[in-house]
């Protein structure tokens, strides 16, 4: 049993979208569907490997929003495991990327004066 799990979990990588502009006309929604059962799974599996009280950090490329929120609150709903939200401190670089849930969310438009950034999507549950 593990005090902490990072599931970088496979996704649509539509938030690279500033660097790779063709990720949107070349991702498909079968494809993000088809991914969602593996993205459970794979969180569902991180969650089973945490001793109580530990942490999982679930994190996607991805702008899309049934690729974040949803997989989270799925979690949820299976048992075991709860919300561990981001606070404000352990975001204070970035303020807007904290969203009212506790999640991370950024996208290509952030930090434009520093070249942008990906859109990247992230939560972190406790188990309980």
Known sequence: MFGAVLLDAPCSATGTVHRH???????????????????????????????????????VYSLQPEEGAP???????????????????ELA???EALTKEGFLRTYPGLWRDR???????AARLIKT
Do not use: C, H, W
Request: charged share 30%.
């Open 71 to 89: 997989r989270i609150e799925a979690a949820i709903a299976r048992g075991g495991v709860r919300l561990d939200p981001f606070r404000p401190e």
């Open 21 to 59: 502009p063709g990720v949107i006309r070349i991702k498909r929604n079968r494809e993000v569907e088809t991914v969602s059962q593996a993205r459970d799974n794979l969180l569902e599996a991180a969650v089973a490997m945490l001793r109580p009280g530990g942490r999982s950090i679930y994190a």
């Open 115 to 121: 070249g942008g950034m990906d859109g990247f999507f």
């Open 93 to 95: 670089a970035l303020p």
